[in-house]
């Protein structure tokens, strides 16, 4: 048996057991599956793999993508740069980490893309990062990429640019691109979001939210009350499990 799964704390809100049943399905892959593996610290995660025979890949999330880099034996040099871990790959004994979040926000992104820029400006628009997490790493490396300023809120200076005690309406006007890395509004908990001045958004601003279910968020339905474009994050999800398993396969051919 091929195996394949999904680590992280709370795991009821993932759509990724359904999504690559279906890839196997269709692929004919009768000798494949996968499973959801809630760990409660990331401590647990070479026992896992110890118990495990015929494991070959991982997903990682929440709140694992960072903290999962020290348990591995090498990093691909996207993940290295980015810092952060969503995809493992187990071959021969030996784990490597890669990120298919970059991949996948690369896509939202360029929906958003269209809205931002201006005809004949070369003012390029700025971000506001909610969050300071693994995903929040791939954002900001996107974002750079691409030439974009941007500030990040967190809960800790240490980890961010500013607290969330520190967004007013002013901030909020300048960013006109804001992108919710963090779990707030996921499934269960679909009645929280960000805590912003949503006032303060215009038909102007971008909003992305990287959470997927519910597609769409109370974050996202403030944005559209103001007229804002507002982008989820299925999409992001289907661009990171094709990257992921692509990755999946190539080592196992290599």
């Given amino acids: 048996m091929h195996r394949y799964g999904l680590i992280g704390r709370k795991l009821g809100h993932s759509f990724s057991k359904k999504h690559f049943t279906a890839v196997f399905r269709k692929a004919g892959l009768k000798d494949h599956r996968y499973d959801l593996y809630e760990l409660p610290e990331i401590e647990a995660l070479p026992d896992l793999l110890r118990r495990t025979p015929g494991l070959h890949g991982l997903n990682v999330t929440v709140p694992y993508k960072e903290a999962v880099i020290p348990f591995l034996d090498e990093l691909d040099p996207l993940a290295a740069a980015v810092g952060a871990v969503n995809t493992i790959v187990v071959k021969d004994g030996r784990t490597q980490g890669h990120n298919t979040d970059v ?148 080592a196992r051919k290599g």
């Fill in 103 to 250: 991949a996948g926000f690369r896509s939202l992104l360029a929906r958003a893309a269209r809205a931002l820029d201006k005809p004949g400006s070369a003012i390029r628009p700025r971000a506001l990062v909610l969050g300071s997490g693994g995903a929040s790493r791939a954002v900001a490396y996107v974002l750079r990429e691409a030439g974009i300023r941007f500030r990040i809120v967190s809960r800790s200076r240490n980890r961010g640019d500013l607290t969330w005690d520190l967004i007013d309406p002013v901030i909020l006007r300048v960013c006109r691109l804001v992108v919710n890395t963090t779990p707030l509004g996921m499934y269960p908990d679909v009645h929280d979001a960000p805590p912003l001045p949503y006032s303060a958004l215009t038909p102007q601003h971008t909003l992305i939210d990287l959470v997927y279910n519910p597609e769409e968020t109370l974050f996202l339905k403030h944005g559209l009350e103001r007229g804002a474009k507002a982008i989820g994050g299925a999409g992001m999800l289907r661009v990171q499990a094709d990257e992921a398993w692509r990755i999946w396969q190539a």
